[in-house]
């Protein structure tokens, strides 16, 4: 616990904590840096003893990757997540308006909507309903759901239920114009993602591509291979000039393909 207290403080810590609530993940700051060192090891026994026949530079490499593997993890964990809690978003709207027209206040159509919401919704929801149940104001519950869930949808919602609150009007209409407005920004980000998918697919082959032909020449002719490993004057320096020229290349691509709507 004072590992976690200590790391928690750290802007990295601080980080790590958001990023866990975001994928709801149950992990302290000092099990999830524990988690670190755990993959270092395993990826740095498998890669040394398994895959590369006890080679010292390939389970140092293993290790690197390893080092990297729960921050990737936890990174496709929480784009997962926003996905399906964003799909649901529509849905959960015209819920909303429905309950809003059928004579309930705010608080309870939040808590009508998570009793059969799907997860995410079916778990973010009962928390903000929790947080104003024990004396949190709504503004402050809401915008913690919209830091454990950054959407630009759930922010429009939010700032629509705030302003509201404060000079009045209709919700109900204005989370109907919301709800189509959502409707239309998912239609057009699939639309976007379907046009922009042989780029995305183009970028994972130049990135991925070298990576195993190396691996698999290692594999047939590790002699032929092994120099470039071995040769710490050359070799070394061509293997991080090609990673970061593939990083670059694959930040490029990414860019491109990654339209803001």
């Known amino acids: 616990k004072r590992l976690d207290d200590v790391l928690a403080e750290r802007s990295f810590g601080k980080r790590w904590r958001t990023q866990l609530s975001r994928a709801n993940l149950k992990l302290t700051v000092a099990e999830f840096a524990a988690l670190h060192v755990i993959a270092m090891v395993g990826f740095f026994v498998v890669g040394y003893f ?21 921050r ?39 808590e009508a909507i998570a009793r059969d919401a799907p997860e995410p919704t079916g778990t973010e929801l009962p928390r903000v309903v929790q947080e104003m149940q024990i004396g949190i104001p709504m503004p402050t519950a809401l915008d913690h759901l919209l830091e454990r869930v950054e959407s630009e949808d759930l922010d429009l919602i939010v700032t629509a239920v705030n302003i509201q609150r404060e000079v009045g009007g209709n919700l109900a209409e204005i989370l109907d114009v919301i709800g189509y407005t959502v409707r239309e920004r998912i239609k057009l ?60 290349g694959a930040a490029i691509i990414n860019k491109i393909v990654d339209i803001d709507i």
């Open 50 to 70: 398994v895959l590369f026949g006890q080679q010292l530079i390939m389970g140092i490499i293993s290790a690197f990757v390893g080092f990297f593997a729960p």
């Open 189 to 248: 980000k699939g639309e976007i993602r379907v046009l922009t998918s042989q780029g995305r697919i183009t970028g994972y082959l130049i990135s991925f591509l070298p990576i195993v032909l190396a691996l698999i020449l290692y594999g047939i002719n590790p002699g032929y291979m092994g120099r470039l490993f071995e040769n710490q004057a050359c070799g070394w320096p061509m293997l991080g000039l090609g990673l970061i020229l593939i990083g670059i």
């Open 72 to 110: 990737i993890y936890l990174s496709m964990a929480v784009g997962k997540r926003l996905k399906q809690f964003e799909s649901q978003l529509p849905d959960t709207i015209s819920l909303w308006v429905n309950a809003l027209r059928s004579g309930y206040s705010v608080p309870q159509a939040m």
